[in-house]
């Protein structure tokens, strides 16, 4: 299996759109209502809010593929792109999702590997991310990780509010 990650450009707006979009409703339909999830998807992946996050300095993007296919990404936030202030000495994993048919080999480890890698790269003191307070499965890997639930704050699905953990980790 040949694992490659790649930075994602301007140019990958409407591959990234599918992932995200995959991913997502993966992820998250069983839990949620139709209306909520599409009212999230319309908002958070539209191709115009998209481009608008490709397009900012301070986030990244990255796809990895298994061969040919983009199987999973990873977003990464700095400075003011991140979804809570945390201050410049941290990056943020906003978005790290792996398509269900390539969960289980080891791609999540790797994108975490790259926003270590990064974070390290630009002298960051902490990693951080949320995730919703039922998904146990990310909440493992992100334990196994070495992250440490450090608060919560709160995530609209729709307009139905859920519950997200802060997970930070000290780099040293």
């Known amino acids: ?10 140019e990958d707006a409407r591959a990234l759109q599918t992932i995200s979009v995959e991913t997502f409703i993966e992820t998250f339909q069983e839990q949620n209502s139709p209306e909520h999830l599409n009212a999230y998807l319309d908002k958070a992946y539209s191709l115009n809010q998209l481009k608008h996050e490709l397009a900012n300095r301070s986030s990244q993007f990255f796809f990895v593929y298994v061969g040919q296919e983009v199987a999973g990404y990873l977003k ?12 410049e000495e ?17 791609l999540g480890k790797h994108l975490m590997n790259k926003a270590m890698e990064i974070a390290q790269e630009q002298k960051k003191k902490k990693i951080w991310l949320g995730v919703w307070e039922e998904n146990e499965n990310a909440i493992a ?3 196994k ?26 780099l040293s």
Do not use: P
């Open 90 to 106: 941290a990056l943020e994993v906003e978005r790290i999702y792996v398509k269900k048919k390539f969960q289980k080999h080891g």
């Open 141 to 143: 890997f992100y334990q």
């Open 1 to 10: 299996m040949m694992i490659t990650i790649l930075k994602c450009t301007f």
């Open 76 to 87: 990464v936030n700095t400075d003011e792109a991140q979804s809570e202030a945390m201050g």
């Open 145 to 170: 990780k070495g992250f440490l639930q450090s608060g919560s704050h709160s995530f609209f699905m729709g307009d139905d509010e859920q519950v997200d953990l802060i997970m930070t980790k000290v």
